[in-house]
């Protein structure tokens, strides 16, 4: 059975991602509310009460502002590092003890022949990590919120089929927008979030021969836009040689729509 996934939402004001092999059904982060995630799920046929589990990467609320909802409505384990279940806890209300599962930075779980593994990513937040899928020899990587992409990211995500990557924001309209510098700071940093630019010249070092699609990510909603991120990205893609559109494609996300489900 091949990989199947969907990225339900993406963007500054939630995030959720779904994969799926045969009867394991994983959702990575609710960061909308219960009645949005259930709605994202209608738009792509899939009946959230066969879920298996829930991942979060990080206790930011655009990424499980509907965590612990979702999980009393559908009853769902939930796995995290222990650092990040220290600072979401207080966030989630009521969780019986068998909802909560840890799963360590830089670990490798099978999920119903799924393997998952984690990875750390450089982001203010108490530990935050992502996650790449594997099975049968097909790769899915998602990676967004990070500040920057190091070669140790790049070698544990090349490979993939499908690329799940930040493109946050255009640094011209981020400089030139309307956030106080503080905040600019922040998400220029080296724990904030990766450019268009910045994602481009990433997936130039990641994408081989076996990457068929790039889904662009976490777009900043005052600081980018889908057509600049795209246009961005896929101009120094061509310059590098990579045939867009032919044997790579580029894909848009938005934080209220799920792209449909797609088989790798």
Sequence with gaps: MTLQFSVLASGSTGNAFYIESGEEKILVDAGLSGKKIEGLFDQINVDPHELSRVLVTHEHSDHIKGLGIMARRYNLPIYANEKTWQAMEGQLG???????????????????????????????????????????????????DLGYVSERIKKTVEGSDALIFESNHDVSMLRMGRYPWNVKRRILGDSGHVSNEDCALALCDIMDDQTKRVYLAHLSKDNNMKDLARMSVEDVLKERGFEIGTRIEVHDTDPAEATPLYKV
Excluded: C, W
Aim: glycine share 6%; hydrophobic share 35%.
């Design 94 to 144: 009521k969780l019986s003890v068998d909802q909560k599962f840890h799963f360590n930075m830089e670990e490798t779980k099978d999920f119903g022949g799924i393997d998952v593994q984690s990875f750390a990513v450089s982001h203010d937040a108490a530990e935050p990590m992502f996650y790449t899928f594997h099975k049968d020899g097909r790769k899915i990587s998602l990676v967004t």
